[in-house]
């Protein structure tokens, strides 16, 4: 872990209110770590942007299994992934619905191709992205 600084920031005193009354929600128990996390949130999304460097990406989707291909279709896809895949979890959820959660790594832009291939499968009903870099 690399050294603490401190630094002093100026905040009109309603937007601190407001601040103070999130972090409270979220249950931080300081300032400093909810800054430092959306100082990352922001890194992250712009790494995102960027495109440079690999990425993590977590991908949820919900579907229903009954849907006619849909499974076919989406194990077509995921077998012909251009990007890391490296873990795959799924659950059934009821009769109807399954949900997919997939660990992949590599390209920024080949993993969100990636998630919106799967999300316009036919039965697909929910596609989610949660990006991340294990280097911020």
Request: hydrophobic share 40%; glycine share 6%; net charge negative.
């Amino acid at each position: 872990m690399s050294e603490i600084k401190r630094f002093g920031v100026s905040l009109p005193s309603d937007l601190l209110d407001k601040f103070d009354e999130l972090i409270e929600k979220k249950g931080y128990k300081n300032r400093s770590k909810a800054i430092a996390d959306i100082i990352r949130e922001q890194l992250v999304r712009t790494s995102w942007e960027s495109g440079k460097e690999d990425m993590v990406g977590i991908i949820t989707m919900i579907y229903d299994h009954h849907t006619s291909n849909v499974v076919t279709e989406l194990l077509e896809i995921q077998h012909n992934v251009e990007t890391g895949m490296y873990s795959m979890m799924h659950i059934h959820l009821d009769h109807h619905n399954c949900l997919e959660i997939l660990a992949l790594k590599g390209s920024p832009v080949e993993i969100k191709k990636f998630a919106d291939k799967l999300g316009s499968v036919r039965g697909v009903k929910h596609t989610g992205l949660i990006m991340a870099d294990h280097k911020i």
